[in-house]
């Protein structure tokens, strides 16, 4: 069965690094979602992204987030310089335009 | 201000027995609401996807219904096992917003 799948499972870095989480969807699939949840929070939603560009983001999504598909299959989130509430799970979701999203496993961001 | 409050906060029930969970929503517009159930450490597995014009959906031992007049939802658990031990968070569209979850402990 097709799933969404995310790398690294845990990065840890140095507040002011940058990072990159990454994610392939699965492969029919069109809208691609990133979410956070801080621990013991509620997942919250950052962006979505469709045909190449940003279809909606919440205001979560600040300058210093950027999101990127750059090939077929990958769909990336970049924290250019990360804080301490920065650490979170971040889930990468996809679906083909029907409702139902399919989550990722998840990357879980620790920033020292 | 939370858009979507879920409860309760948390349930404790023994295995075989029947549960429901509450949902209530204030988003406007409405698109579509939905069960997750989210494992710890995972991400969150759809469960059902309610449209305004559904009352109720079912997915094997869940059941949600929705009631749109009073912006309600719930999710049914019957016959509950030891692998229903999860988080269940309500997600109403349009916009995404997210519950808090429901906290659900089965015990043998």
């Known amino acids: 069965e097709p799933e969404v799948t995310q790398t690294p499972s845990h990065q840890v870095t140095q507040m002011g690094q940058e990072v990159i989480l990454r994610c392939v969807p699965i492969?029919?699939?069109?809208?691609f979602y990133w979410y956070r949840q801080i621990l013991g929070q509620k997942v919250e939603f950052l962006v979505s992204f469709y045909n190449n560009e940003i279809s909606e983001k919440s205001e979560i999504f600040d300058d210093q987030f950027s999101v990127e598909r750059p090939d077929g299959s990958n769909f990336t989130l970049k924290i250019r310089s990360t804080k301490l509430e920065d650490s979170a799970m971040y889930f990468c979701?996809?679906?083909?335009?029907?409702?139902?999203?399919?989550f990722g496993p998840g990357t879980r961001l620790t920033v020292l | 201000k939370n858009q979507v409050e879920q409860s309760p906060q948390s349930l404790i029930i023994l295995e075989g027995k029947n549960c429901t969970l509450q949902c209530n929503y204030t988003v406007s517009p409405f698109s579509n609401l939905r069960w997750y159930k989210q494992d710890t450490g995972r991400g969150p597995v759809s469960l059902t996807i309610?449209?305004?014009?559904?009352n109720t959906k079912s997915n094997g031992r869940y059941t949600a219904t929705l009631d749109a007049d009073t912006k309600q939802s719930s999710l049914h658990i019957t016959a509950s096992q030891l692998s229903d031990s999860a988080s269940y968070i309500c997600?109403?569209?349009?916009?995404?917003?997210f519950g808090k979850g429901t906290s659900l402990l089965v015990t043998p």
């Open positions: 309610m449209t305004f014009s559904e």
């Open positions: 997600v109403v569209r349009k916009a995404l917003n």
């Open positions: 979701a996809s679906t083909s335009g029907e409702v139902e999203q399919f």
């Open positions: 492969s029919n699939h069109l809208y």
